[in-house]
């Protein structure tokens, strides 16, 4: 990949003239000469001060798109050419889906002893910036995306549900959002999709955590499940992880949005929809072409 483009995918990421010379192993002149040669063969600007603080401008992100594809793809040449190891498909997932929902999928790919794989399971920010940077071949999230910014294909759709302990007053039950008020709620971290989900779902009906008498976040759902079971509080979480531990009775709130999809995502101008082909192939439900 040429260097000036390198440089340029360090900067969008750090956006600070000194961090990205001191990735790149170049000064920072030499950083600053690079990318105006840049803007200059595209007759575009990149980058821009907001204040004191660089921003990367429309056309900027652009050209960042395009780079990310040829990384990635110099890389798949490098495979195809043999001068890089054994292809491992590298997959991520939040975790939701990671828990629950690719257990089948995972079986039926390492059936085929030609077959390996690595799978991170991260929160969707955390995966959109790995993928971004090439480090996956795929990512599998849920909730709302870029849409514009990627390709994707719809793997299914799943409902969205409240889940408390058996002898809670909403086990089974559909209630209006007032009624949480009186709630301890157990929350997923900054940065997940169920959260993200939640916030939404809250804001759309004029409310936000402050709803809850109490908010505590956990960024795994095993002892949020353990803690909702024992009656310390509530959660919302998608189906398949509700049907995944028999303690928690599930419950829903009026009006809000009944599903939400799973969605496959890769970058444009590549060939890794070969690998969400070859993984996914196995199973009768085949991804949704978007």
């Known amino acids: 990949m ?82 890089a190891d054994q292809k491992v498909l590298r997959l991520g997932a939040t975790k939701s889906i990671g828990d629950s929902v690719l257990d089948a999928y995972l079986q039926k790919y390492l059936e085929d002893e030609r077959h390996n794989l690595s799978l991170t399971v991260a929160n969707t920010t955390k995966l959109f910036s790995l993928l971004e ?47 949480l008020k009186t709630q301890n709620l157990f929350l997923r971290e900054p940065g997940s999709g169920t959260r993200n989900i939640f916030e939404r779902e809250l804001e759309s009906h004029g409310y936000d955590l402050s709803l809850f008498k109490r908010v505590t976040v956990l960024s795994s759902f095993q002892p949020l499940k353990k ?36 969605t496959i995502v890769w970058l444009k101008h590549t060939t890794a929809s070969h690998y969400v082909d070859a993984f996914f192939k196995e199973k009768d439900s085949t991804p949704v072409e978007c």
């Open 2 to 83: 040429e260097t000036r483009l390198k440089t340029f995918l360090s900067l969008c990421e750090t956006l600070n003239y000194r961090k990205t010379a001191e990735l790149v192993n170049l000064t920072q002149p030499a950083v600053t000469k690079q990318i105006q040669s840049l803007q200059e063969e595209y007759g575009v600007k990149l980058f821009e001060y907001v204040g004191r603080a660089l921003s990367i401008t429309e056309q900027g992100l652009l050209v960042k798109q395009f780079a990310q594809s040829q990384f990635y793809n110099e890389a798949e040449l490098l495979q195809l050419l043999g001068r």
């Open 133 to 179: 940077n090439s480090e996956f071949d795929f990512i599998v999230v849920e909730g709302l995306f870029e849409k514009k910014k990627y390709d994707f294909r719809l793997l299914r759709r799943e409902r969205f549900v409240g889940i408390c302990a058996k002898d809670h007053p909403f086990a089974g039950k559909t209630i209006p959002f007032e009624a």
């Open 227 to 262: 803690l909702v079971s024992n009656g310390l509080g509530i959660s919302f979480v998608y189906q398949s992880i509700a049907d995944s531990n028999e303690n928690p009775r599930s419950f829903t709130l009026e009006n809000m949005t009944s599903e939400h999809e799973f």
